[in-house]
């Protein structure tokens, strides 16, 4: 790269000390030079050595270098070497775009970045942001390189592909970052704090067609690409001298928020987030399913167990079984238990009716009514010590006394199948 001006380069000997290579040249020389290209030097020696003789304690000795105050970032990786000033970019012909200076930082991959200082002497800020329309076309430019068409700013810089993508589809350029300065009007500042910052957020706002750049979303995270977009970077010369230049000084523009300046120029989205806002979200859609699975099930649960409830209130009702005298419909919430209302002519619960058929016993054919019995029933009402007299008057109307004598006694006919109880009207 190329060095500094002749100005910068006795600032910079004064602050780096007579140990450096430029060491030899005079201590105080070009101090009243042009306030611009003074201030850049200043800048570009900030980032070089991590320190600023603003804010520093006064110096005793007029003969000395002023003392110089520790900034809390530290200096930029590269040294001077990274730095070059006042340098022509071709664009068309004799038309070049000549940026207060240009640094190159791939330790922190930055390839290359271009430094614009505005000391507010253009009133009128969209010449300041026509600057950009020269970067815009400067980046556009390409070259041939080793028999193929390559941006002219990564052959000049020798950028390895892709640093910043500079391929089609995916073509992010170079930043450019603004740094802006109250300025003087006289002994007077130009701008006071507040009107620069309102300088800088007109600056945004005249540009947004160079830095604006497609959002996305996913997972409610919102990001942006910006191909063929320039990343347009700012900040004041009172931040800087303030923080540092990797202090979180830096506004992208399009960005809310100061930064620092690898993450101002971070594109990449949080795909960690992303990837947590989706598991939770999965997580959440599971639990919800979850959640109304266990609902659809209570709901069934609870119909059944009314159904359950109502069949065993009507079964209780009923006489009991005739080998456990337990309930007809079965032991209340036993696996066997009948859910459904028990056919009145049935004679036992389920569990007896199951062990029956599996002992192959015969069925039960309740005892013919004696005489007596039914005379006594037909006056005074089926006998209270007896509940299976109504099943005992259908068993001797099915069977008399004389099918009875002859042993016939169906089994589909004396019973009801085992297991749940059939319909109303079996």
Not at 123 to 134: E, H, Q, S, W, Y
Not at 199 to 226: I, M, P, S
Not at 276 to 286: F, G, K, L
Not at 291 to 316: C, E, G, P, T, V
Request: with cysteine.
């Amino acid at each position: 790269m190329v060095g500094l001006t002749p100005l910068g380069l006795a600032a910079a000997a004064e602050a780096l000390g007579d140990d450096r290579d430029m060491g030899g040249h005079a201590r105080g020389a070009g101090l009243t030079g042009a306030p611009h290209a003074m201030l850049v030097n200043e800048l570009i020696i900030t980032a070089v050595t991590g320190t600023t003789t603003h804010g520093a304690p006064p110096r005793t000795d007029k003969r000395q270098a002023p003392p110089r105050r520790a900034l809390p970032s530290g200096p930029l990786p590269g040294g001077i070497e990274a730095w070059a000033t006042e340098t022509p970019h071709t664009i068309t012909g004799k038309f070049n775009v000549i940026p207060d200076a240009v640094v190159r930082l791939p330790e922190l991959g930055i390839p290359v970045a271009f430094l614009e200082l505005d000391r507010g002497t253009m009133t009128d800020i969209r010449k300041v942001a026509g600057k950009l329309d020269n970067y815009k076309r400067y980046f556009d430019r390409t070259v041939h390189d080793g028999g193929q068409e390559r941006l002219e700013v990564e052959v000049r810089y020798n950028v390895p592909e892709p640093a910043y993508g500079y391929r089609q589809r995916r073509a992010v350029r170079p930043p450019v970052l603004f740094v802006l300065d109250q300025g003087t009007r006289g002994s007077r500042p130009r701008y006071s704090p507040e009107a620069l910052e309102q300088r800088l957020e007109d600056l945004r706002n005249a540009t947004w067609e160079h830095w604006q750049g497609q959002k996305y979303e996913q997972e409610g995270v919102t990001y942006a690409t910006f191909d063929g977009k320039i990343p347009v970077l700012g900040t004041t010369v009172e931040r800087l001298r303030e923080h540092g230049w990797q202090g979180p000084i830096w506004w992208r523009f399009g960005r809310p928020g100061r930064h620092s300046l690898t993450d101002a120029l971070d594109d990449e989205p949080n795909w960690d987030l992303i990837a947590q806002r989706r598991q939770e979200r999965e997580d959440r859609e599971h639990a919800e399913q979850e959640q109304a699975a266990k609902a659809k099930q209570d709901a069934r649960d609870a119909k059944q167990r009314a159904r359950l409830l109502a069949a065993r209130a009507h079964n209780d009702a009923l006489h009991p079984c005739h080998t456990c005298h337990g309930p007809l419909g079965g032991a209340h919430d036993s696996e066997d238990e009948l859910d459904e209302n028990a056919h009145p002519d049935r004679l036992e619960c389920p569990s007896c009716d199951h062990q029956r058929r599996t002992d192959k016993r015969r069925p039960i054919i309740l005892d013919l009514p004696t005489t007596r019995a039914l005379r006594r029933a037909e006056k005074h009402g089926p006998p209270s010590d007896d509940p299976w007299w109504n099943v005992r008057l259908l068993h001797a109307n099915r069977w008399p006394k004389y099918d009875r004598s002859n042993g016939g006694t169906p089994y589909s006919m004396t019973q009801i199948p085992h297991g749940r109880s059939m319909p109303e009207g079996y």
